[in-house]
């Protein structure tokens, strides 16, 4: 049976993170690769077991950095040279040294300020809602002491019943059927 409109997925629910990391490991090997888990505190081996392994935030940051430092040091020739050229005790106009503190706090400013609106971009933060937040469960000890395992329904090999009976043969404490 398909997945009907609305359903965002399967969420099941475990008591102890090693239950969770043991569950993501075996759909992860089963086939499924439109699925995540959710904890309150963060758990390395469960981003592994969903195949979690890039991250781009410190591309993000590289980028932003190296951005902060070109448009100093060309805001400070600009204005050196071009712009409002002072010629002061015979000194050339282009001096770079004098640039370097300048173009460093730039440097250090883009890059921070990339890497904390490249992460709320990646993240797609903020976000108001999410359809997890509908089932109870969820709602109840998500934050606190559950671990979930959601089964997207974007997923190919997606099936409502079929999802429920895998996720059975996992042995979680609930499983909820998600709807947008």
């Not at 503190?101 to 883009?110: D, H, S």
Request: with cysteine.
């Amino acid at each position: 049976m398909p997945a009907r409109e609305g359903t965002y997925g399967l969420l099941a629910e475990f008591d102890t993170p090693s239950d969770l990391v043991r569950a993501a490991q075996q759909a992860r090997k089963d086939g499924w690769r439109r699925m995540d888990c959710y904890t309150p505190y963060p758990v390395e081996e469960a981003a592994e077991a969903i195949g979690f392994h890039r991250n781009k935030v410190p591309l993000i940051t590289l980028v932003g950095a190296l951005m902060g430092l070109t448009a100093m040091f060309l805001f400070e020739t600009w204005v050196s040279v071009l712009a409002y050229p002072l010629n002061i005790g015979g000194r050339p106009l282009y001096s770079w040294p004098a640039f370097i503190v300048p173009a460093y706090e730039w440097t250090i400013l883009f890059a921070g300020l990339s890497a904390a609106f490249g992460m709320l971009a990646l993240n797609g933060l903020p976000s108001l809602y999410h359809p997890l937040f509908n089932a109870p469960n969820f709602r109840d000890g998500a934050t606190t002491d559950k671990f979930f395992l959601c089964l997207e329904a974007l997923d190919p090999k997606f099936d409502l019943v079929e999802g429920k009976k895998y996720l059975q043969s996992l042995q979680p404490v609930s499983i909820v059927e998600v709807e947008y």
